[in-house]
């Protein structure tokens, strides 16, 4: 296998699980010497934002800022203080968030996952290089990076999804109302309680999402961990 290309494919792998999770890619760069050139060139505008990524950063970073209080209020959102935000106005900023993190962090864990098992297949049917058992054990591991990286997409149908339709539902609630111009109309009281129920509810379901968020950011963290292992040992 040409030495060049396996690298750059090591670093296609690690660069897309790295960014999936919200790695800070300056930190892997001065851990791989052996790779031909840095996984982000110095310099540029990507290496001067050193927090680069995004699941992790979403839920440390973005969904705190959503959730602030008012400027004057000496609560932090941990205690549950009532964001300054309307819920309309939240709710749609998430939906924003969401609807961009779920086709690119998913095509990230994918290309990565492709990356890594790539190489996996490439050691085990690469005839000279390595022992037969040296070529397995490293093969393993980039499976197990591939593994890890893609679980982003099961977590998400499995435990979050639940919670990912409440919050579009709010977010969308009178998106038909609106076309149809039919704001401000009369509402029965059962349904003024059911939207102010609902309404209630959307912090605390944004804090919920941020927590599943941030263990999903886990898996491709998991994984860069897991390749960068399988390149700097390999």
């Not at 129920?197 to 944004?206: A, Y």
Request: aromatic content about 8%.
């Amino acid at each position: 296998t040409d030495s060049c290309s396996f690298k750059l494919v090591q670093a296609v792998g690690i660069i897309g699980s790295a960014f999936a999770s919200g790695t800070i890619v300056q930190y892997i760069n001065q851990m791989a010497p052996s790779l031909p050139t840095p996984l982000i060139p110095h310099g540029t505008d990507t290496d001067k934002n050193k927090n680069t990524g995004g699941i992790l950063s979403i839920s440390f970073l973005t969904v705190p800022a959503l959730l602030l209080p008012a400027r004057n209020s000496k609560l932090s959102t941990s205690t549950g203080a009532t964001p300054a935000s309307t819920i309309s106005h939240l709710t749609h900023q998430w939906l924003h968030v969401y609807d961009k993190g779920k086709f690119i962090f998913p095509s990230l864990a994918a290309g990565s996952a492709l990356a890594y098992t790539f190489l996996a297949c490439t050691l085990r049917h690469s005839p000279g290089g390595r022992s037969p058992s040296g070529a397995g054990k490293f093969a393993q591991l980039y499976f197990a990076a591939a593994a890890a990286t893609f679980a982003i997409v099961p977590y998400t149908l499995v435990f979050m999804l639940s919670t990912n339709a409440r919050l579009e539902a709010r977010a969308t609630r009178d998106d038909k109302v609106e076309r149809e111009g039919k704001e401000g109309m009369a509402m029965s009281a059962e349904e003024e309680a059911r939207r102010a129920r609902e309404d209630r509810e959307v912090p605390g379901l944004i804090r919920k999402w941020a927590f599943l968020n941030t263990i999903r950011g886990l898996f491709p963290l998991l994984g860069a961990a897991i390749g960068m292992a399988a390149t700097l040992c390999g």
